[in-house]
């Protein structure tokens, strides 16, 4: 199984950061599986910021639920994240993933950098 | 500030025996819920490592083992090789929060 982020690597502050996650050589729709996006600031540690479960369910870091929206289009394999109104601190490296039901990030995306700035 | 609580940096020597830690509360860590561990090698995406209740990736070899106990969890690596340089994160649940909460991570050196 393979995860493979993209999007535009700079975002203007106040507009909306959107990234693809595209799955490939493996299952996306096994109900045991769940895809989510986890960033990592330049220098520091790992942030989760949401997941999407085969049926569509989601979950937010609470932190960010009110900026935050994760998708999944099953028949092409890929699942999506869009932040609005960003600002500096959203400049990180992004990174999808896939976890179980207790969390475990077990395949990796290699990640994606977005700088926010003007 | 992370809600779980890792040292910033260890160090030991190649064939010594380190032990990193992660500090949760009653909502995570001593709630019961699995902690996960990953390493971080420099450039590269987190990889699984292990987590407390034992699942282990094939290919990671024992020299790594973790551990719970009230609400705390220790990764300890044992036979160090400078291949474990590497940043390590600790990851659980938090129930008060609703939300899956990483360590602040730590940065292992083998001298």
């Known amino acids: 199984l393979q995860l493979e982020e993209s999007g535009p690597g700079l975002v203007k502050p106040s507009e909306t950061l959107s990234l693809t996650c595209s799955v490939s050589?493996?299952?996306?729709?096994?109900?045991?599986?769940?895809w989510g996006w986890v960033r990592q600031p330049p220098g520091k540690g790992l942030e989760w910021i949401g997941t999407?479960?085969?049926?569509?369910?989601?979950f937010y870091n609470p932190s960010l639920k009110s900026r935050v929206t994760i998708s999944l289009d099953t028949p092409k394999s890929q699942f999506f994240l869009k932040v609005t109104s960003v600002i500096a601190a959203d400049t990180a490296l992004y990174y999808c993933a896939r976890h179980d039901s207790v969390y475990l990030l077990d395949v990796w995306g290699q990640g994606t950098t977005v700088t926010v700035s003007s | 500030q992370s809600v779980l609580t890792q040292p910033p940096s260890v160090s030991g020597a190649p064939g010594q025996r380190v032990t990193i830690s992660c500090t949760g509360s009653?909502?995570?860590?001593?709630?019961?819920?699995?902690v996960h561990w990953y390493q971080q090698l420099p450039g590269t995406a987190p990889k699984f490592l292990i987590s407390t209740k034992g699942t282990r990736p094939s290919g990671v070899p024992d020299r790594f083992s973790a551990s719970k106990s009230a609400t705390s969890a220790s990764l300890a690596i044992t036979g160090l090789q400078t291949a474990d340089e590497a940043d390590y994160y600790c990851?659980?649940?938090?129930?008060?929060?609703?939300?899956?909460?990483f360590g602040g991570g730590t940065k292992l050196t083998v001298l």
């Open positions: 990851q659980s649940y938090d129930s008060s929060l609703t939300a899956s909460i």
């Open positions: 009653n909502s995570n860590i001593g709630a019961g819920f699995d």
């Open positions: 999407v479960s085969y049926a569509g369910h989601t």
């Open positions: 050589g493996g299952s996306f729709t096994s109900r045991t599986d769940y």
